[in-house]
């Protein structure tokens, strides 16, 4: 199966790395930016409409740090990926502090067990660390799979979601039988599979993001205190919905902090996850937290600032050769720290669905389909409840209970702590799920063979045809 990814972020390259495993002709185009507009037309949809700021661009990304928790890691160690090369931090330890006064809210928590209860550790990486990494694993040689091929600039203008064909802006036609998208919370690949406009909006939420490198706090007497506390991730926790999380990444040698808060009028500012700010911007909008965190944070020579964007759960996730992933498809906020671990877990289920072995690994058009639905029956509950869970802190579960509940599977609790969400978020194995959903269908497609057969026999006999749904992955 061919198979074009548009976008080559964290999701793109997942993707890549996924169906590239199980055998398939990968395609990833990594575009600046597009303009869509949708035509009225039964197959064909040509579009034009808001701007896609393409978000794989990390190489000079500031402030950028990312989780990789248990049920991503497990994933990336099962392809390959190697932690030390990428220089991933563990992370061992995490603590509450009150962000006015410093004081401690409990002792920190001791995270030694995460590896032995969930399978894999808990990493810590800077962003272009971890993609670095995955483009590794989707465009290297000597791994399994055929190389996916990788294109940049690549601004794609139209998508034909029945022939799989995409046009891109310089008017080159590539067609495939699968087009996913991954480019992101601005991609209008949600309004063709949609059929409606289905934008993210502005949650009044923002976040500055920033690096200081570990030696520049430690020569500082006073600060380096902060920094030895034995917790790697410390939140402090401030009035208003204002707080900091502070992890290293880089092997130690960088920390990491994203500062979170509320923000009336959020929409206002300018959305991307490269607009500069100013530290009196910062120091003014975290004014009463302590002023030995603050002197910390005012080591950092650049500061981003990022307006955070949501959308409810889409009802649809496919549309006839075209899927949405990642971002594209259930863009959550960062209090959960799984939005790049679901977008490493679409791209596993991918892999997973379309794996040889099963009915969907050179699809007919139906079987394609079939396959789609199947995707979206293991991803969708799963990206939803994380979307909602996502909006607000791990101490704040009662905000978001009643709705996630209605993309909970039958029986499961809604976590209301810190533990109950590490068994939720960390537990969950997707490959497991696959194999599940795989072999439901292969009981299914048993059974509709046998009940075929017997009806054969009935009126003269043939012989049966087995079934087998193995997938190898």
Not at 5 to 27: E, M, P, Q, W
Request: with cysteine; net charge negative.
């Amino acid at each position: 199966m061919k198979v074009i990814i548009v976008g080559a972020g964290i999701a793109g390259l997942s993707a890549a790395i996924g169906l590239r495993r199980s055998g398939h002709d990968v395609v990833v185009r990594k575009q600046a930016s597009s303009f869509i507009t949708a035509m009225p037309c039964s197959s064909r949809i040509d579009f034009y409409c808001s701007q896609i700021l393409e978000r794989s661009s990390l190489a000079h990304e500031v402030g950028a740090a990312i989780h990789v928790p248990p049920n991503a890691s497990r994933i990336l160690l099962k392809w390959g990926f190697d932690p030390k090369r990428a220089m991933l931090d563990n992370c061992s330890t995490v603590q509450n502090f009150d962000g006015l006064t410093l004081a401690s809210l409990g002792d920190a928590k001791d995270l030694s067990f995460i590896s032995a209860k969930y399978g894999a550790p808990w990493f810590l990486s800077h962003r272009v660390d971890l993609h670095n990494e995955l483009k590794l694993l989707a465009l290297g040689s000597g791994i399994e799979g055929k190389p996916a091929e990788l294109h940049l600039k690549s601004t794609v203008t139209a998508i034909d979601l029945e022939k799989g064909q995409v046009t891109l802006q310089d008017g080159t036609s590539l067609e495939a039988d699968l087009i996913v998208a991954a480019d992101g919370v601005h991609s209008d690949a949600p309004t063709l599979v949609n059929g409606q406009p289905t934008p993210a909006h502005p949650t009044n939420v923002s976040a500055f993001r920033f690096l200081i490198p570990s030696e520049v706090i430690r020569e500082d007497e006073e600060s380096k205190s902060l920094l030895e506390n034995q917790a790697t991730m410390r939140i402090y926790i401030g009035d208003a919905g204002r707080r900091i999380v502070w992890y290293p990444c880089r092997d130690g040698r960088v920390q990491n902090f994203v500062a979170i808060f509320p923000e009336k009028d959020s929409a206002e500012r300018k959305e991307g996850w490269n607009i500069k700010s100013t530290i009196e911007e910062f120091l003014k909008t975290y004014e009463g937290f302590h002023p030995q965190l603050l002197k910390v944070c005012k080591k950092a020579t650049e500061f981003k600032v990022w307006a955070l964007l949501s959308r409810d759960p889409l009802e649809k996730w496919h549309r006839s050769r075209l899927v949405l992933i990642g971002d594209a498809a259930h863009p959550m906020l960062p209090h959960q720290g799984q939005g790049g671990s679901q977008a490493i877990e679409d791209g596993a289920a991918l892999g997973c669905v379309f794996s040889p072995g099963t009915p969907f690994f050179d699809p007919s058009p139906e079987a394609l389909e079939e396959g789609l639905t199947l995707f979206k029956e293991v991803r969708r509950q799963r990206a939803s409840a994380m979307q909602i869970f996502s909006s607000a802190g791990q101490d704040e579960a009662e905000k978001m209970r009643e709705k996630a509940r209605a993309f909970m599977k039958v029986g499961q609790k809604v976590p209301t702590n810190p533990g109950e969400f590490y068994d939720m978020n960390f537990g969950y194995d997707v490959f497991g799920d696959c194999e599940n959903a795989l072999e439901r269908v292969g009981k299914e497609e048993g059974k509709e063979k046998e009940e075929v057969y017997m009806e054969g026999q009935e009126h003269g006999g043939f012989q049966p045809v087995p079934v087998l749904v193995q997938a190898a992955f």
